[in-house]
């Protein structure tokens, strides 16, 4: 049985927008990625999951627990981070923490201080006076500060400058090893990448795809970079039946999907001196999901 369980959840709010028929499993452990653009469902999906949202259709329960009837009890154990972020801002960092655990019933312990210091953040300073990504900061410290077993992220490093958001994924990925369930939403393929055990791409408000991310990858369209010993073999090459694409004198992308064969067999004609087979990133594969001109 899944820790977060989410059933056939339904939720139309009229011209396609929403959630539909939407089922998924996040296991105990288990880090799942959670990939769409904005507008895709991710959202909605974690708001009926935090509680704050009731569903039409379906239900959705975490460690077994009803998300709407439960939150309460769902709290104590439960680290959030909202896809946008709202504070009292009159409120400091350090006043906002004290609220968030006396709010949601839970105690902090060391690890407030270790995340401060890792993401390089005043929590005397007035949230007001706090740039988009310092509020940002503040969100990371007051949900993974009580150290929960259970990790719902919504957007996690938008507003992050580059050393915070690898520092993040960093720290995901700790939690991860440290055998917590996580469930990540997110555009960023580089946050999935290297945090997530699965993958769940929903696109318009329909779950497209679920699997490990090097099962995805695997299933899709392949490039392959292949370099000639002359100009007029690359020539000759690219009138072939593959799809290609010249990419120097001597050099020229193959794209094949399940024709493998049939570029092996064309290479054995020509004076080949180098074949690459470049690793697919997840935005590739995002790309073959949602439509592109060459689904590369």
């Known amino acids: 049985m899944g820790t977060i369980i989410v059933e056939n959840l339904t939720r139309d709010y009229g011209a396609s927008r929403g959630v539909f028929e939407l089922s998924f499993k996040v296991e105990r452990g288990e880090a799942f990625g959670f990939l769409g653009p904005n507008g895709a469902g991710k959202t909605t999906t974690i708001r009926?999951?935090?509680?704050?949202?009731?569903?039409?259709?379906g239900r959705c329960t975490i460690d077994g627990l009803d998300c709407r009837k439960d939150s309460a009890k769902i709290m104590v154990r439960l680290g959030y981070i909202p896809g946008e972020i709202s504070f009292f801002n009159e409120m400091t960092g350090e006043e906002f923490?004290?609220?968030?655990?006396?709010?949601r019933r839970i105690r902090t312990n060391d690890r407030k201080k270790e995340l401060l210091e890792r993401f390089e953040l005043d929590s005397g300073a007035t949230i007001k006076?706090?740039?988009?990504?310092?509020?940002?900061?503040?969100?990371?410290?007051?949900?993974?500060?009580?150290?929960?077993?259970?990790?719902?992220?919504?957007e996690p490093t938008s507003g992050l400058d580059p050393l915070m958001q690898s520092r993040f994924i960093d720290l995901v990925a700790e939690e991860k090893e440290r055998g917590k369930t996580i469930l990540l939403s997110s555009h960023m393929f580089e946050e999935v990448e290297r945090t997530c055990h699965r993958v769940g791409i929903i696109r318009d408000g329909r779950l497209v795809a679920t699997d490990s991310v090097d099962t995805l990858?695997?299933?899709?369209?392949k490039?392959?970079?292949v370099t000639f010993e002359n100009s007029k073999a690359t020539e000759n090459f690219t009138k072939e039946s593959l799809q290609t694409e010249i990419l120097s004198r001597h050099t020229v992308a193959v794209i094949v999907q399940s024709n493998i064969g049939e570029l092996i067999?064309?290479?054995?004609?020509?004076?080949v001196t180098n074949?690459?087979?470049?690793?697919?990133?997840?935005?590739?594969v995002f790309l073959h999901y949602y439509g592109g001109a060459k689904n590369v």
Do not use: C
């Open 129 to 154: 006076k706090m740039s988009k990504g310092m509020k940002q900061k503040v969100g990371i410290v007051a949900a993974f500060m009580h150290d929960p077993e259970i990790l719902l992220l919504d």
């Open 223 to 225: 490039k392959y970079i």
């Open 217 to 221: 990858k695997a299933a899709q369209t």
């Open 97 to 103: 923490f004290k609220f968030s655990a006396k709010y």
């Open 48 to 57: 009926h999951l935090m509680g704050f949202l009731r569903p039409k259709i």
């Open 265 to 271: 067999s064309l290479l054995n004609k020509y004076p």
């Open 275 to 284: 074949l690459a087979a470049p690793s697919q990133s997840l935005e590739e």
